[in-house]
T-cell receptor, first 109, second 115 residues
């Protein structure tokens, strides 16, 4: 099993839709989680941290489910500009951050 | 806004040649990372520096890759000789500290094509 796993998608949604991605992690001791956004052939950029109490930033909400070892990202009122790949990040073995392979989102008019 | 500087942006080379990438982290960031990202995959850590010291190079193919950060500021990643399988995006990132709760700031990357 991979240390961090994501559904590669693509998730094709219309503008205004609500979409959610999950990401599972294997290291039960993990405490810090992140979502990064990556546009095609660009660098990843931090979208948001994921706290145990959840985190909300505008249209974006991140949640942590420790019992089932996954984190989620919810995007409300999707915009065309939200089209990107969303990378999940969690600590793996040896205290190293592990990136998932990403979930691709395509928002269409 | 401070940025991580990387160069070159693109590099095309023939196999068996040597290539080098340069990175200048955000001022004040003690930790510097080199990642490799193959198309369709997430970034994979190659090497992590804390100031001038290597903290983790367990995934660095040391027979052909080398990395240095001599003065604890900018860094160079070298591949010699390059192989076809090295074609990828090479990303440099920096963070203020070295814990797993640190936010990473990435440079724009070097897209390497080995022919």
């Amino acid at each position: 099993r991979k240390e961090v796993e994501q559904d590669p998608g693509p998730f094709n949604v219309p503008e205004g839709a609500t979409v959610a991605f999950n990401c599972t992690y294997s290291n039960s001791a993990s405490q810090s989680f992140f979502w990064y956004r990556q546009d095609c052939r660009k660098e990843p950029k931090l979208l948001m941290s994921v706290y145990s109490s959840g985190n909300e930033d505008g249209r974006f909400t991140a949640q942590l489910n420790r019992a089932s070892q996954y984190i989620s990202l919810l995007i409300r009122d999707s915009k065309l500009s939200d089209s990107a790949t969303y990378l999940c990040v969690a600590p793996g073995g040896y205290n190293k951050l592990i990136f998932g392979a990403g979930t691709r989102l395509a928002v269409h008019p | 806004e401070a940025e991580v500087a990387q160069s070159p942006r693109y590099k095309i080379t023939e196999k068996s040649q040597a290539v080098a990438f340069w990175c200048d982290p955000i001022s004040g960031h003690a930790t510097l990372y080199w990642y490799r990202q193959i198309l369709g995959q997430g970034p994979e850590l190659l090497v992590q520096f804390q100031d001038e010291s290597v903290v983790d190079d367990s995934q660095l193919p040391k027979d052909r890759f080398s990395a240095e950060r001599l003065k604890g500021v900018d860094s160079t990643l070298k591949i010699q000789p390059a192989e076809l399988g090295d074609s990828a995006m090479y990303l440099c990132a920096s963070s203020f500290g070295q814990g797993v709760d640190e936010k990473l700031f990435f440079g724009s990357g070097t897209q390497l094509s080995v022919l």
